[in-house]
């Protein structure tokens, strides 16, 4: 073995967002995670992401490393603070704070969203240079930060600092592809290279800053293989499975994994009655304290079916709607924490208002709130229409609730349907887009539930099942190798 390609990597990984700063959905996880296991395996990672403006520098004590970075934009120039934090043991979190870009209520869906964050990945690539660090791997993740691998082919080509550096991109939802005007390639400096894509008529005029990262880094990943197998299909690939597939022998899928130390029922906080796999009979204090916090009548026996997710079309809440007076039918308790789009909303809480005894909404964002539903439900729906790994369901059996989820990407992954003849089997699931395919698959459950043997058994293998990062990490090490390796051979 190669004594060089063993050494410990300087990994840099960028993401528009990390847990415990900023989350919108599963990226922020997988981002405050990984690194931990990477550290654990001896690597030298740091992170970078926006300071965005509720981002508090007090509680997350951070400090200022860098007080005036100038950023080269294409036609301006741009002066930028840099502060850090850390997660850990101690892995630095370096934020690039430019109020006029990030401190603003929201952290996506503004017309400027392209200029922002093209600047935050200038602004990250030049501190690395203030800071000396050059990385072996440049992580990118999402839209977000998919023109860095295009830079390294065009502004940092000749760049000795960044010369050995290689790029993985990972693809959390190709759903978000960041898609924007001509202009935005005179703003990241890269408009002479063109459109880059007349043959995909969709891509013809537009510029897809997904699909940059895409076609420009040295190696690509998504987060689980089915997922990878799921995007080089049309179904799936969100227009750029022809991309995809032309560069299939760069594309690796890897499972998230969840935090185990933060996802803990045997020692969270947040949920009233701490329980293990061995003690499975606490798990009723925390049905109590949920249905008492949902304002519904606190019963053992009734069955608790809950959701936690952004409030979005890709999560089948229309499934959902179309069974929702046969589901209630069967007297079961629905529990739902999600935000999101507002028709979902309305539906939510006119389901709640007519079927005040059996559902309960939180249309909020809440994390501690989230906890005390995965250890208090019973059920965990996820009937996506797509899921590229799906966290919700890991966390659900972690915390002893059973998930019953369509049969797609990470979903397919991680959940077994369970068969009564053999006994094998970790939840339920359906493989049709189908409110009845849906429904159906509650109905097993339901049945199931009523044999409290089995559903123990069902409970315990999903909360003894390894789905930490450390498995995963190993895998995302290959894969760095591997991209250094194609960076090397320059094709
Ligand atoms: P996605 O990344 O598509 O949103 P995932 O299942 O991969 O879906 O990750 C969602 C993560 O966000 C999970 O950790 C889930 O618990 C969390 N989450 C989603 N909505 C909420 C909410 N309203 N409040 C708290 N946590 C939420």
Same mark, same amino acid.
């Given at each position: 073995?190669?004594?060089?390609?063993?050494?410990?990597?300087?990994?840099?990984?960028?993401?528009?967002?990390?847990?415990?700063?900023?989350?919108?959905?599963?990226?922020?996880?997988?981002?405050?995670?990984?690194?931990?296991?990477?550290?654990?395996?001896?690597?030298?990672?740091?992170?970078?992401?926006?300071?965005?403006?509720?981002?508090?520098?007090?509680?997350?004590?951070?400090?200022?490393?860098? &007080?005036?970075?100038?950023?080269?934009?294409?036609?301006?120039?741009?002066?930028?603070?840099?502060?850090?934090?850390?997660?850990?043991?101690?892995?630095?979190?370096?934020?690039?704070?430019?109020?006029?870009?990030?401190? /603003?209520? !929201?952290?996506?869906?503004?017309?400027? &969203?392209?200029?922002?964050?093209?600047?935050?990945?200038?602004?990250?690539?030049?501190?690395?240079?203030?800071?000396?660090?050059?990385?072996?791997?440049?992580?990118?993740?999402?839209?977000?930060?998919?023109?860095?691998?295009?830079?390294?082919?065009?502004?940092?080509?000749?760049?000795?600092?960044?010369?050995?550096?290689?790029?993985?991109?990972?693809?959390? !939802?190709?759903?978000?592809?960041?898609?924007?005007?001509?202009?935005?390639?005179?703003?990241?400096?890269?408009?002479?290279?063109?459109?880059?894509?007349?043959?995909?008529?969709?891509?013809? !005029?537009?510029?897809?800053?997904?699909?940059?990262?895409?076609?420009?880094? &040295?190696?690509?990943?998504?987060?689980?293989?089915?997922?990878?197998?799921?995007?080089?299909?049309?179904?799936?690939?969100?227009?750029?499975?022809?991309?995809?597939?032309?560069?299939?022998?760069?594309?690796?899928?890897?499972?998230?994994?969840?935090?185990?130390?933060?996802?803990?029922?045997?020692?969270?906080?947040?949920?009233?009655?701490?329980?293990?796999?061995?003690?499975?009979?606490?798990?009723?204090?925390?049905?109590?304290?949920?249905?008492?916090?949902?304002?519904?009548?606190?019963?053992?026996?009734?069955?608790?079916?809950?959701?936690?997710?952004?409030?979005?079309?890709?999560?089948?809440?229309?499934?959902?709607?179309?069974?929702?007076?046969?589901?209630?039918?069967?007297?079961?308790?629905?529990?739902?924490?999600?935000?999101?789009?507002?028709?979902?909303?309305?539906?939510?809480?006119?389901?709640?208002?007519?079927?005040?005894?059996?559902?309960?909404?939180?249309?909020?964002? !809440?994390?501690?709130?989230?906890?005390?539903?995965?250890?208090?439900?019973?059920?965990?729906?996820?009937?996506?229409?797509?899921?590229?790994?799906?966290?919700?369901?890991?966390?659900?059996?972690?915390?002893?609730?059973?998930?019953?989820?369509?049969?797609?990407?990470?979903?397919?992954?991680?959940?077994?349907?369970?068969?009564? /003849?053999?006994?094998?089997?970790?939840?339920?699931?359906? &493989?049709?887009?189908?409110?009845?395919?849906?429904?159906?698959?509650?109905?097993?459950?339901?049945?199931?539930?009523?044999?409290?043997?089995?559903?123990?058994?069902?409970?315990? /293998?999903?909360?003894?099942?390894?789905?930490?990062?450390?498995?995963?990490?190993?895998?995302?090490?290959?894969?760095?190798?591997?991209?250094?390796?194609?960076?090397?051979?320059?094709?």
């Amino acid at each position: 073995m190669d004594i060089e390609l063993e050494r410990p990597l300087r990994i840099l990984i960028m993401a528009a967002e990390i847990v415990p700063f900023a989350k919108v959905g599963g990226l922020a996880d997988v981002v405050g995670a990984l690194p931990k296991a990477l550290q654990d395996l001896g690597h030298d990672v740091r992170l970078v992401m926006p300071r965005y403006g509720q981002v508090s520098p007090e509680r997350f004590q951070l400090t200022s490393v860098l &007080d005036a970075v100038t950023v080269k934009m294409s036609q301006y120039q741009e002066q930028v603070r840099i502060m850090q934090g850390s997660i850990g043991n101690d892995i630095p979190v370096y934020m690039v704070d430019a109020p006029r870009y990030f401190d /603003r209520e !929201n952290i996506y869906g503004y017309i400027d &969203d392209g200029e922002r964050f093209i600047l935050f990945c200038r602004a990250a690539l030049e501190t690395m240079r203030l800071l000396d660090w050059s990385p072996d791997i440049i992580h990118c993740n999402d839209w977000q930060t998919g023109i860095v691998p295009n830079w390294m082919h065009t502004v940092y080509h000749e760049d000795p600092f960044f010369s050995d550096a290689a790029t993985v991109y990972t693809i959390h !939802n190709l759903a978000y592809q960041g898609i924007f005007g001509y202009r935005i390639l005179e703003v990241a400096g890269v408009a002479s290279g063109g459109f880059l894509y007349p043959q995909i008529v969709e891509l013809a !005029n537009v510029v897809d800053i997904m699909a940059r990262g895409i076609h420009f880094s &040295d190696a690509i990943t998504t987060v689980s293989e089915r997922y990878a197998q799921e995007i080089l299909t049309p179904t799936f690939g969100e227009k750029l499975d022809p991309l995809l597939r032309s560069r299939r022998e760069r594309l690796f899928g890897i499972l998230n994994g969840i935090d185990y130390l933060e996802m803990n029922p045997a020692t969270d906080h947040y949920i009233r009655s701490q329980f293990n796999s061995a003690s499975l009979e606490k798990r009723a204090g925390n049905k109590q304290a949920l249905q008492e916090r949902a304002h519904l009548p606190v019963r053992s026996d009734v069955p608790l079916l809950a959701m936690i997710s952004r409030l979005a079309d890709q999560k089948g809440f229309d499934l959902i709607s179309q069974i929702s007076q046969p589901l209630l039918a069967q007297g079961v308790q629905l529990v739902v924490l999600g935000i999101g789009d507002q028709h979902y909303h309305e539906m939510f809480q006119n389901l709640a208002v007519r079927y005040p005894q059996q559902v309960a909404i939180f249309l909020t964002f !809440n994390s501690e709130l989230a906890q005390s539903i995965y250890a208090g439900s019973d059920m965990f729906l996820m009937p996506s229409r797509f899921e590229p790994c799906g966290l919700g369901q890991l966390i659900a059996m972690r915390y002893g609730s059973v998930p019953i989820v369509r049969k797609v990407g990470g979903l397919a992954d991680t959940v077994q349907e369970y068969d009564p /003849r053999s006994g094998l089997g970790n939840g339920f699931t359906f &493989d049709n887009y189908d409110p009845w395919d849906l429904f159906a698959a509650i109905v097993r459950a339901l049945e199931l539930f009523r044999f409290k043997d089995v559903w123990r058994t069902l409970q315990q /293998r999903g909360m003894e099942a390894d789905h930490s990062w450390h498995a995963s990490a190993m895998r995302y090490v290959d894969v760095y190798r591997d991209a250094i390796a194609f960076h090397k051979s320059g094709k």
